[in-house]
Structure formats: structure tokens, C-alpha cells
Nanobody
Framework: VQLQASGGGLVQAGGSLRLSCVAS????????LGWFRQASGKEREFIAK????????YYTDSVKGRFTISRDNAKNTVYLQMNSLRPEDTAVYYC?????????????????WGQGTQVTVSS
């Protein structure tokens, strides 16, 4: 499975961005998809995940109500809509796949990773 993330950029605080991640190889609808981010000098952290059918989602507390994860299985694509962005959201954002949904909030739960896309939020 190969993942290609895109959509990052520079945005002012309060603005919005939509990240996309296109997958190739494997059976896309069988994968849980997750988004992580890694700020400079910090560990990679979980942001959100979505199950294979797109029926269940889960978010870390810091992005609840601001970010929305969704997927289009016909396009082999997962999205992360980010609204009300804050300077502390600045990071490289990664998409990743997992075989399990329950409890999958750790880096080690995910097996395939995209290359990351930079999001910078200015104050």
C-alpha cells in the first residue's frame, strides 16, 4: 500500500485547510485510516481515525469540533478538513493505515504511512 498526502500549506490562524491522502494497492475499504501529526521537536501524535466504511470516527480532544475526517472509498481517498486552525496545529501531517479500529491511536498500530504534508498556521 502506498499513500500520498497533499493539501498542506500556510494559513492564518482561524483559517481552514483540507488534506487529502490517496492510497494505491491493497483493498482500500478494508483499512482503517488515520491522521497523525508531528511538530518540530515533538513526537508524532494521533489526530483522528475512520473505519473502513466511514461509519465510525474518533478524534483526539485537541481537534474535536474543528477537524473532520472522512473518506471516499470509490476514490481511495481519505480527507481531513481542518477549520479554526491555530498556531499550535503547525506540524507535518501524515496519513496511515491500520488493520484494526478499536484502540488504534498509537503509531505502532499503523503499518503503512504517507510521506507527510506540512501545515503552517501563522498567528
Amino acid at each position: 500500500v502506498q499513500l500520498q498526502a497533499s493539501g498542506g500549506g500556510l494559513v492564518q490562524a482561524g483559517g481552514s485547510l483540507r488534506l487529502s491522502c490517496v492510497a494505491s494497492g491493497g483493498t482500500f475499504s478494508s483499512y482503517v485510516l488515520g491522521w497523525f501529526r508531528q511538530a518540530s521537536g515533538k513526537e508524532r501524535e494521533f489526530i483522528a481515525k475512520i473505519d473502513g466504511r466511514g461509519m465510525s470516527t474518533y478524534y483526539t480532544d485537541s481537534v474535536k469540533g474543528r477537524f473532520t475526517i472522512s473518506r471516499d472509498n470509490a476514490k481511495n481517498t481519505v480527507y481531513l478538513q481542518m477549520n479554526s486552525l491555530r498556531p499550535e496545529d503547525t506540524a507535518v501531517y501524515y496519513c496511515a493505515t491500520s488493520r484494526v479500529y478499536s484502540g488504534a491511536i498509537y503509531v505502532g498500530d499503523y503499518n503503512y504511512w504517507g510521506q507527510g504534508t506540512q501545515v503552517t498556521v501563522s498567528s
